[in-house]
Nanobody, 123 residues
């Protein structure tokens, strides 16, 4: 089991930026970020594979950027032009084995999850 620790959440005004980070205790094939707002299901935000192949939800394309450092087993999510509807708990997820990129949009593709970090965007 890979332990995941997120950091970087907080309160920001609309239009502002936040950077989330996630540190994994071991090597992973892919890492992703999901968000969950109160009363809603967990939703895909972004994912990145070992070869830096990325995927984004349509709602964040052009605003969020996912990146990883394979040597450090970390993944970051740079969030710009934040909107109130981005308010949610953001979870880091990790998958150990290869899968096709399209599968990384599904929460069921991941083996391990972090505890989540709150992102609140005020209007």
């Amino acid at each position: 089991q890979v332990q995941l620790v997120e950091s970087g959440g907080g309160l920001v005004q609309a239009g502002g930026s936040l950077r989330l980070s996630c540190a994994a205790s071991g090597r992973t094939y892919a890492m992703g970020w999901f968000s969950q707002a109160p009363g809603k299901e967990r939703e895909f935000v972004a994912a990145i594979g070992w070869g830096a192949i990325t995927a984004y939800a349509d709602s964040v394309k052009g605003r969020f950027t996912i990146s990883r450092d394979n040597a450090k087993n970390t993944v970051d999510l740079q969030m710009n032009s934040l909107k109130p509807e981005d308010t949610a708990v953001y979870y880091c997820a990790a998958r150990k084995e290869f899968t096709v990129a399209v599968a990384l949009r599904r929460a069921s593709a991941y083996d391990d999850w972090g505890q989540g970090t709150q992102v609140t965007v005020s209007s």
